[in-house]
């Protein structure tokens, strides 16, 4: 069983992205690891929720804001209905001016996943796909290859989904 994450728009689901990568994650018995909010996460998640006989969790690292009394509490709409376990850390959203070393949740999303795929997305995904590279993990864009025009021109994309899962069976397939 692998953790595959599934990062991309807070906002747009892509759902014709989204929802066969989650239900083929589902299908494979692999969990799927998200940042547990709205758009990809929320069209994943559901896919991958309602795909009959799964056996993986669905995986929601969430953003946080301080609570005076809780300590640190979920930004408004996270984890979205289709999270099975969360993970609540003490990281607000990153924002798209803070320094590329700044800590986040993102770190958490890429070191955690084994294989990562990145559907179209704005700087959080930015950051995850730079954050993936340089950590060395493998990892697959997903979608329209004009709506990756801003990433690095190291990440690989593909809008065949065939393509996407031979790259997430291969890379589980290799040790480490």
Do not use: C
């Amino acid at each position: 069983m692998g953790i595959i994450g599934v990062m991309g728009s807070g906002k747009d689901e892509w759902e014709a992205f989204a929802t066969p990568l989650g239900a083929w994650i589902a299908e494979n018995g692999h969990d799927l690891l998200t940042g547990g909010g709205n758009g990809v996460m929320l069209a994943a998640a559901r896919a991958f929720s309602g795909t009959a006989g799964r056996r993986g969790r669905s995986i929601g690292v969430l953003p946080s804001e301080p609570d005076p009394v809780r300590g640190f509490v979920p930004l408004p709409g996270y984890p979205n209905p289709f999270i099975d376990l969360t993970i609540l850390t003490p990281f607000q959203r990153k924002a798209p001016d803070a320094s590329p070393e700044a800590l986040s949740r993102n770190h958490v999303n890429i070191l955690t996943a084994q294989v990562i795929v990145a559907l179209p997305g704005r700087h959080g995904t930015l950051d995850e796909v730079r954050l993936a590279l340089a950590f060395g993990k493998p990892i697959i864009g997903f979608g329209p290859d004009l709506e990756f025009r801003d990433m690095p021109a190291e990440l690989r994309t593909t809008g065949d989904f065939a393509a996407v899962a031979a790259f997430i069976t291969d890379a589980l397939s290799r040790p480490g």
